[in-house]
């Protein structure tokens, strides 16, 4: 892992988000992209996909299930993507 800090790609005053994990603030890129999949030739499914992307090591011990509070609403770790260079995308499912 990288031992690069990774606080300025994160800066919630810039373009981040502060979230809490556990008892500690974590500064990251809160997001809440559509997802859509198609079924057959004309059904399909919509919703939506919320990420936070922050420096994996400010969120330590993190894993499926854990809880993530961002703007008051808790949201449930549902993936853990590490992109080998010190960032890590959480996929988390809303309330």
Known sequence: MFA???SAFF??????????FGS???NGIFEAGFAAA???LDAGVE????TF?????????VAHGS?????????LVRGIQPDGTGVV????QEP
């Open 4 to 6: 690069e800090n990774l």
């Open 11 to 20: 800066n919630p005053v810039l373009l981040g988000t502060a979230a809490t």
């Open 24 to 26: 500690a603030t974590v």
């Open 38 to 40: 198609q079924v057959g």
């Open 47 to 50: 919703g939506a996909r919320y």
């Open 53 to 61: 992307t922050c420096a994996q090591a400010d969120v330590p011990g």
């Open 67 to 75: 809880v993530l509070t961002i703007n008051g609403t808790g949201y």
């Open 89 to 92: 995308t959480l996929i988390l």
